[in-house]
């Protein structure tokens, strides 16, 4: 039978690529850290996964380098390798991060993960797409935002991310 050209087009993307959702301007910055360390080694580089991080970090970290490089309280954007990091810039999605200055996003703002996960899909296309958001929760909200004072409703997740933003989990 022949294929159609979405078929053919997604013959050629990665099988994954995984969106890691760093809301850590809270005590979880360092846990998510070393966490993040873990998962990139894990992956060890697998040619079929691509391993994208959101963080926005606390400025309460331990002050220390990390395999992200130079000690930062801000919001960035990263490609992850299990021996390598590249810092990236949010194009369309978010131009206010750049590779070379700092900014500071709410990340207990559904429309700041909304814009993580068009962002990541849109810079990383694949077959399907995992989103790993780390952070605190209580079960009514998470991604508590120190500078912000806010925190992101679990219901307001499902109202903000419409059909473009699904994931496979």
Request: glycine share 8%; with cysteine; net charge negative.
């Amino acid at each position: 039978a022949p294929v159609s050209p979405q078929e053919a087009s997604a013959d050629v993307r990665r099988p994954w690529t995984l969106l890691l959702y760093g809301a850590v301007d809270n005590s979880a910055d360092d846990p998510f850290v070393a966490f993040t360390d873990q998962v990139r080694r894990a992956i060890d580089d697998d040619p079929g996964i691509e391993l994208v991080l959101f963080i926005d970090r606390s400025k309460k970290h331990a002050k220390q380098t990390t395999y992200l490089g130079d000690d930062f309280s801000s919001t960035r954007l990263y490609r992850v390798k299990n021996d390598s990091v590249e810092r990236l810039s949010g194009g369309t999605h978010f131009p206010e991060i750049t590779k070379d200055s700092d900014v500071n996003l709410n990340s207990a703002d559904a429309a700041t993960l909304q814009r993580f996960i068009a962002w990541g899909k849109a810079t990383y296309p694949a077959q399907r797409y995992g989103l790993l958001i780390y952070s605190h929760a209580d079960g009514q909200s998470m991604c508590p935002d120190d500078r912000s004072g806010a925190s992101m409703g679990i219901a307001e997740v499902t109202d903000r991310i419409g059909a473009d933003g699904r994931v496979d989990f």
